[in-house]
Structure formats: structure tokens, C-alpha cells
């Protein structure tokens, strides 16, 4: 992910606030009274669309989210897609001054439009971790 200014005008002053995009995805884990484990999944997959050309802003974000529960039991893994993006880009090319002479420039250039289409998918493994194994801070994986 990457995390860019957005301007916002709060009773007549701008500020820039920090806005995280990107794929994020934040897990909330609980395990039952069974023994299995309830994950709470949010995820969110933003990119800028479109920036103002004077001063760099952002003009336009693409923004998906989902909000998935899943019962897992210990060891287990589990795969969630569904997160598609789909682009098109238009370019046109051609000769230099013959291509922009009104009714014969088509002649002399040419245009094409690309798609792209990408599907994001996740793959998480659910395990039961004890406090002995897993230090308190959130930056050490467990093992």
C-alpha cells in the first residue's frame, strides 16, 4: 500500500489528511468455545484514478470493499477472490503534425484501447497461537 494527502477544507481552513490505499487487509480473529476460529475479514483495494495536473491532488480514487466472516478450524486454510479491477487505457499514435490535419489524419495515425482485467485473491491460514508463543507486539510475526 501507499498513503497520499487528501486536501479537506474545515471551517474555512485546508488541511491535508493522510489516506492509505492500496490492499489492505485487517483480520479480526476469535476462537470458539469448540475450538474453531471466527475471522472477521475487511478488506479494501483503492487506487487514484485521477490526479489534478496544477497542483497533484487527487481528483478521483476507485475504492472496493468487503466484509467476509469465515469458520475455520485450527490449521486450516482458506482462499477469498471476488476483488476485481478492470482498466482500459486509450492511446493514440502518429505521425508528428500529418496525424492532426482535420479528415485525412486518420490516415496517418493510428488508436487502440487496451483492457486489463486483474483479480485480486487472498489466501489466509487460521492458526491457534498461545501467549508463549507469539510475542506481545503486533510488528514480530508469530512462529
Avoid: M, W
Avoid at 501507499?2 to 485546508?14: A, C, N, S
Avoid at 488541511?15 to 490492499?23: I, L, N, R, T
Avoid at 478521483?60 to 485450527?74: A, G, N, P, Y
Amino acid at each position: 500500500g501507499f498513503t497520499f494527502f487528501i486536501r479537506r477544507v474545515v471551517e474555512g481552513k485546508v488541511e491535508k489528511v493522510p489516506y492509505d490505499a492500496g490492499v489492505i487487509v485487517e483480520v479480526t480473529p476469535q476462537v470458539t468455545n469448540s475450538g474453531e476460529i471466527v475471522l472477521k475479514v475487511h478488506t479494501e483495494v483503492s487506487d487514484i484514478l485521477e490526479r489534478n495536473p496544477v497542483d497533484g491532488d487527487v481528483d478521483k480514487l476507485s475504492k472496493q470493499v468487503s466484509e467476509t466472516i469465515l469458520r475455520v478450524k485450527d490449521g486450516q486454510t482458506v482462499v477469498i477472490g471476488g476483488l476485481i479491477k478492470n482498466s482500459t487505457k486509450y492511446s493514440k499514435q502518429g505521425v508528428p503534425l500529418l496525424s492532426d490535419i482535420p479528415l485525412i489524419g486518420a490516415l496517418f495515425s493510428q488508436t487502440s484501447d487496451e483492457r486489463e482485467d486483474n483479480e485480486l485473491i487472498i489466501v489466509l491460514k487460521a492458526r491457534r497461537v498461545t501467549p508463549t508463543q507469539c510475542p506481545p507486539r503486533l510488528e514480530t510475526p508469530c512462529p
